[in-house]
């Protein structure tokens, strides 16, 4: 019975994830309540607080839930006692881009943190928790980065937290501008190519280096 309960309460949680993601797809995240979300999950608003305190959590859930397959690279890539971090942080990039190119699910969720997300008073401290998923994306994409320089994958003068912050933003420019305009490139196909540019841009970039 216990166990019965405890898989009720998973499916309960993923009903409502996944009409949380519909919802703020179709209007923006500060434009759904909470009430239309519990409709469409056929829940009480009850259930949503049982599983999430607020908006944040949903929204951090739905970004959770769309990174957990990447999230074995994402961990061998920052393994120091991984002998090709370089390589994992490429597969990392590759497999990326072509979900944010070919999987619904992520273009919806990614459509959403984009585009569909005002940090406004009703989202309460939505902005900090951005903020804080920032800081933790840069920071282990400089771990990555500091393995790759410890095996002698990148050069030893290697800039890291700029090198990263540049990492960052070339991922996050590229999805951005292919979700608003999707015509322009096709994620999928290119993958490897754009994999290759980051990282010939932090084996060779003279402005990357410290000086």
């Keep these: 019975m216990v166990r019965r309960t405890k898989e009720e309460a998973q499916e309960t949680r993923s009903d409502i994830l996944a009409a949380a993601e519909l919802c703020f797809y179709r209007k923006g995240i ?49 393994d120091p006692h991984e002998p090709d971090p370089l390589g994992r942080l490429r597969e990392l990039l590759i497999k990326m881009f072509q979900r944010a190119g070919s999987d619904p699910e992520v273009r919806r969720v990614g459509e959403i943190m984009f585009h569909k997300c005002e940090y406004t008073e009703d989202l309460g401290n939505m902005r900090q928790w951005m903020q804080d998923f920032r800081r933790e994306y840069d920071h282990n994409i400089e771990l990555s980065l500091r393995n790759a320089v410890t095996r002698g994958q990148l050069p030893d003068d290697l800039d890291l937290p700029v090198a990263s912050r540049c990492v960052h933003a070339f991922i996050t420019g590229m999805l951005d501008q292919c979700l608003l305009v999707p015509e322009g490139l096709d994620l999928y196909a290119k993958a490897e190519t754009l994999a290759d540019s980051i990282l010939d841009m932090l084996r060779l970039s003279p402005a990357l280096r410290m000086t």
């Design 30 to 78: 500060s434009r759904t309540s909470l009430s239309e979300i519990a409709t469409a999950a056929g829940v009480t608003r009850g259930a949503i607080y049982w599983h999430f305190q607020d908006k944040s959590e949903l929204v951090g859930a739905l970004l959770e839930r769309v990174h957990m397959p990447l999230q074995p690279l994402s961990e061998a890539s920052r």
